[in-house]
């Protein structure tokens, strides 16, 4: 009978523990990121560290990875007041995109930047160029050309005759429908400033082209150090459209083996570093591993300082095998990489190789790695005190903000369990040792 009760006791008091401890680990998931601070958990080696949506100034620099699918569009606010779309994904993405980016209250957009010609790139350009307007184009030295019957657009002829008549064998020609509404919208964009109807400028991106702040109270800079090579002379055409001038062509892969379709296209991609207070974001599109071997080459040794400490990494060809190489990762050595994939996408991007890179590196940054396959549209800025901080739509989904609150719930769950059994062996010895005196005694 006395046995029963006690059993029913234990019983209540393990039922009162387990509901305890749920009441604790539901409540501290609202306040993860409280209890984060708190703890001081993320904030140790990092100079960012998962925040609430709130905790980041508005008007300040925001730089948001947009969850595009298996794609890229990132879309940045300026601290200067002015904004930048680097790519726009696939058409079947441009939606998401517009709805996103009207939400922060932007009808007009002042720099739009494509990396490159692939259709997860342009493909949703021509449906953002009718949603917004555009003031300044930068575009991939790629020529666009007619399907059909293979003449050139009006633009991209007079590109191709500049071309030829400097550097005959190097241009880049493509044919697909996606990159020539690109090309048409680009020339054909026009925008409106004090009630004045403006032509957009088109400019040929090219390797040193800068974008700075429009006025003195902010200071930041946005550099290109590819696709074009440093000593390039850039050609000033028509006052509106700038064309850059290829130097290489990338028609070989890394070990030397001619690529079938010519040119790679991934190889035409932009390098853009994003520097501001003391933080540096970069970004490469698809660009090969040849690619970022020819900037590593390229850089100048103040330039190589700047490339030495980035904090977040957008990685190059949503974490492909072929780009992403160890030497330049161990470069940049980047704080956070941000990955732009889709869920299950057929080319298993982010690839292992990739992952396995950055495992590799000497300081920790697989903790931070961010794929917007896993947490949406993943945005980066500054607090109040000037420090940067991060924030994922889909909060809870990713390793990097769920890991602190099961850290702590499994810290919790540890000790109380720990304790239980302790105070339980306790009480065993004890009975165990009176039982085995007993019969010592017995014995005696
Ligand atoms: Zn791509």
């Not at 905790?55 to 620099?61: K, T």
Request: proline fraction near 2%.
């Amino acid at each position: 009978m006395r046995r029963k009760t006690v059993n029913k006791k234990v019983i209540a008091f393990k039922l009162i523990l387990i509901v305890l401890l749920g009441a604790i680990l539901g409540t501290s998931l609202f306040f993860s990121a409280k209890i984060e601070t708190a703890l001081g958990i993320g904030d140790k080696e990092k100079i960012s560290s998962y925040a609430d949506k709130t905790q980041i100034v508005e008007d300040d620099l925001t730089i948001h990875y947009l969850d595009v699918g298996q794609g890229d569009c990132t879309f940045i606010c300026l601290p200067d007041g002015t904004n930048m779309m680097i790519d726009a994904s696939l058409s079947s993405k441009a939606d998401h995109i517009i709805e996103y980016v009207t939400a922060l209250g932007v009808t007009q957009i002042d720099y739009f930047i494509l990396t490159h010609s692939d259709s997860d790139h342009c493909g949703g350009a021509k449906k953002i160029f009718d949603a917004f307007e555009i003031k300044n184009i930068y575009r991939p030295f790629e020529i666009a050309m007619d399907a059909s019957n293979s003449t050139i657009p009006y633009a991209d002829e007079k590109l191709a005759s500049y071309y030829t008549s400097h550097e005959s064998e190097k241009y880049s020609l493509v044919t697909t429908n996606v990159y020539r509404n690109f090309i048409t919208a680009a020339y054909g964009e026009k925008y409106t400033e004090n009630g004045v109807e403006k032509q957009a400028k088109v400019t040929v991106s090219y390797d040193g082209l800068k974008i700075i702040a429009n006025n003195t109270d902010v200071n930041f800079t946005f550099e290109f150090f590819a696709p074009l090579i440093r000593s390039t002379t850039a050609f000033d055409y028509e006052s509106t459209q700038t064309y850059g001038y290829p130097t290489k062509i990338y028609d070989e892969d890394r070990e030397g083996h001619k690529v079938a379709s010519g040119v790679t296209k991934n190889s035409c991609s932009g390098v853009m570093l994003l520097e501001y207070k003391e933080n540096s974001f970069l970004f490469t599109g698809d660009a090969t591993n040849l690619v970022e071997d020819d900037v590593r080459d390229s850089l100048t040794a103040s330039e190589r300082a700047r490339f030495e400490k980035v904090n977040v990494f957008q990685a190059g060809h949503h974490g492909a095998e072929t780009s992403n190489s160890e030497e330049f990762l161990n470069l940049i050595q980047p704080t956070y990489v941000v990955v732009s994939c889709g869920l299950n996408n057929k080319y298993k991007h982010p690839s292992e190789a990739f992952v396995q890179r950055l495992e590799n590196l000497s300081h920790d940054v697989n903790d931070y790695l961010l794929r917007t396959d896993k947490m949406g549209d993943i945005v980066f800025g500054y607090s109040e005190d000037g420090s940067l901080l991060y924030y994922a739509s889909q909060a809870g989904s990713g390793n990097a903000i769920t890991v602190y609150w099961w850290e702590i719930a499994l810290g919790i769950f540890v000790v109380v369990t720990v304790v239980i059994i302790s105070v339980k062996f306790t009480k065993n010895v004890h009975a165990t040792t009176k039982r085995v005196v007993n019969k010592v005694k017995k014995y005696k």
